[in-house]
């Protein structure tokens, strides 16, 4: 049996471990990156991998396209025009976006793909650099529901959860729900662990009570400590979760949904980027309340 073909394009934190899981399955894997060193240093650690110098070139020949980029310029910059990945695209390929982008563009690149006898599906991603790494991510999608029957037994390579959650537009609208719960989280969590400083309790005693009840979450499990500590040299970056907000913001603007929380969190992470702090991961929120905190 002739193995299927896929491409990746985007080799970032995200990327790069999910390409390397659709390799350790069995998947025939071609990787394109704007950064050329970082492609070639990807093959040269995952045996059987090939890298292709354009995004058409990956394409080229593949069953299943996937993208995790940047944005919705990058997006439409790796899959437009006469390099971009659909001028490569064969008669129904599938092209599966993992990018945290705007539903808006998902819709038009999904428009484009039907016009050229190919298939989108967005389908954006949650889990972070861990989740990535383990395989483990969760993937809300958008599109028909034939196309991603086909594409689900390929993402599960690197997923434990996949699920279709209607029309093209759908996965990247659930995303956003997921970003507005965790903006708010964060700055609960900040503000409470700030607070248990203040007033004297050992923070590490408080987690290891609260987070045995109604107060857990997966950002106390996993940032807590750290939040304690003031480590934030890790996982999700202020700056992404800025674009992630202004999309959450900007599509709430269209859709007459209310923001309030959402908006102020957006505000406090500008603060911390004017601070220097657009790296540090998303966490960091707790240093905006604590006194004498640079």
Known sequence: MTAVKTAFIGLGVMGSPMAGHLLAKGYSVTVY???????????????????????????????????????????????????????????????????????????????????????????????????????????????????FDQAKPVMDSFAKAVTLMGPSG???????????????????????????????????????????GAAQSWQMENRGTTMLADQFNFGFAVDWMRKDLGLCLAEANRNGALLPVAALVDQFYSELQNRGGGRWDTSSLIRRLRKNQS
């Open 33 to 147: 990156n704007r950064t050329t060193a970082k492609a070639e240093a990807w093959v040269a650690a995952h045996a059987g991998g090939k890298h292709a110098l354009t995004p058409r070139e990956a394409a080229e020949g593949a069953d299943f396209i996937f993208l995790c980029v940047g944005n919705d310029d990058d997006l439409r910059s790796v899959t437009l025009g006469e390099n971009g990945a659909f001028a490569g695209m064969k008669a129904n390929a599938i092209m599966v976006d993992h990018t945290t982008a705007s539903a808006e563009v998902a819709r038009e690149l999904n428009e484009y793909a039907l016009s050229k006898g190919v298939h989108f599906i967005d389908a954006p991603v949650s889990g972070g650099q861990a989740g990535a790494e383990k395989g483990q991510l969760a993937v809300m999608c958008g599109g028909d529901q034939a196309v």
């Open 170 to 212: 759908s996965g990247q609208l659930t995303k956003m729900v997921n970003q507005l719960c965790i903006a708010g989280l964060v700055q609960g969590l900040s503000e409470a662990l700030n607070f248990a400083q203040c007033a004297g309790l050992d923070g590490e005693q408080v987690l290891g009570v609260i987070s045995k």
